[in-house]
């Protein structure tokens, strides 16, 4: 097993004489086995970590000067927007949201000062899929980098820098960590000038994690593929089932053959992932009441672990993206997300099966 470097400093034979590490900020021999071992998954040339996936983006939008300006896609993580609207934006850097899965779209956005074309596939929550290749030469051809935030599919289904991107972006908290124990986040690039300002920024602006963070995702890669497939098997009986069921309105699953994304996701990746969206019949209400009935999916605001969970984005994950913009990319308020874990399969069909016959009526009893 890696060993984990609990070590703020190191000691130097002479002044700047050192076997590649000073000081923990600047690179920690844990972090620097986590960088190569997701390079490597990705099949970039340069990977470095960060604090959080959120601490990867600021450090990523810190190659950027005011008067720059992103094209991203509506249905983004609420983070995400938060950090481009509410701290980014004060800071002179603008950002246009387009639906992603148009390409015409992303085309008619371009501007001369565009920077990034920052895309999610699949998306958070819709789970809607972009070609990545042909988005990349949109970028490409305005003289801007292709951003894809890889999270949802993991380098085990798709690996964007083979398909064109410029920089994938990974928060680790998820399935590359996978049980829900650690907190981080990951760029990967091939690009050896972003690399380098990158590097520059992680030491910089310091929002790197601690070895045993490192050391937990380092421990996550191992078993991610048999993990990955456990929760694509999982995650398409779901959909199978919540299509059929009567009292379900409308299901978000790239791997179901009507999917709007199904064609694109089919292209770029191996299986379809392990997150379902879905909206019951009825209104607000009723679906809060089936995310408070579950009892083997949890109710909490992450994804990607060994456990089931679900989330209620407008009020959790995505509330801070104003309603008017989150209808835009069609995230609607009734709309629940699944993150299916590896659980026994008919043991989360009958959980699901059970909170949607509590949800039928107001006097339902949460127990969650």
């Not at 992603?100 to 958070?124: C, D, G």
């Not at 070895?211 to 497939?229: E, I, N, Q, S, Y």
């Not at 379809?272 to 679906?287: A, K, P, T």
Request: charged content about 20%; proline content about 4%.
């Amino acid at each position: 097993m890696t060993p984990v470097y609990l070590t703020s400093t190191f000691v130097q034979s002479a002044p700047s004489e050192h076997l590649g590490y000073e000081y923990s900020r600047s690179g920690n021999p844990t972090r620097t086995a986590l960088e190569q071992n997701l390079a490597a998954l990705e099949d970039g040339a340069y990977g470095l970590c960060f604090a959080s996936g959120l601490a990867a983006e600021n450090t990523l939008l810190h190659t950027l000067s005011s008067g720059d300006h992103i094209v991203t896609a509506r249905d983004v993580y609420g983070g995400t927007f938060r950090l481009f609207d509410q701290v980014w934006k004060q800071l002179g850097v603008t950002y246009t949201a387009v639906n992603a899965y148009n390409l015409e779209e992303i085309e008619k956005a371009m501007r001369p000062e565009t920077k990034f074309v920052w895309l999610e596939s699949p998306s958070n929550p819709l789970l809607t899929c972009t070609d990545i290749a042909a988005a990349a030469e949109i970028a490409h051809a305005g003289n801007a980098k292709a951003i894809v935030d890889n999270t949802f599919a993991t380098p085990m289904l798709q690996q964007p820098l083979s398909l064109g991107a410029d920089v994938v972006l990974h928060s680790v908290t998820k399935y590359l960590g996978g049980h829900s124990d650690v907190i981080g986040g990951a760029l990967i690039t091939n690009d050896d000038e972003m690399h380098e300002q990158l590097r520059f920024l992680q030491n910089a602006a310091g929002g790197v994690p601690g070895p045993m963070d490192c050391f937990l995702v380092l421990r996550g890669t191992k078993t991610l593929p048999v993990r990955m497939r456990q929760h694509c098997e999982n995650a398409r009986a779901i959909a199978d089932y919540l299509v059929d069921h009567p009292e379900v309105e409308r299901v978000y699953y790239p791997g179901l053959e009507n999917d709007p994304s199904h064609a694109v996701a089919r292209k770029q990746m191996l299986d379809f992932g392990g997150m379902v969206s879905l909206e019951l019949q009825g209104d607000l209400e009723r679906n809060r009441r089936f995310a408070s009935n579950t009892r083997l999916f949890a109710l909490a605001e992450s994804l990607g672990g060994v456990e089931s969970m679900i989330n209620h984005p407008a009020s959790m994950t995505h509330a801070a993206i104003p309603r008017e913009e989150r209808e835009k990319g069609g995230l609607r308020d009734t709309l629940m997300r699944l993150s299916v874990g590896i659980e026994d399969v008919n043991d989360l069909i009958a959980d699901l099966d059970e909170a949607i016959s509590a949800s039928r009526t107001a006097s339902s009893v949460s127990m969650s």
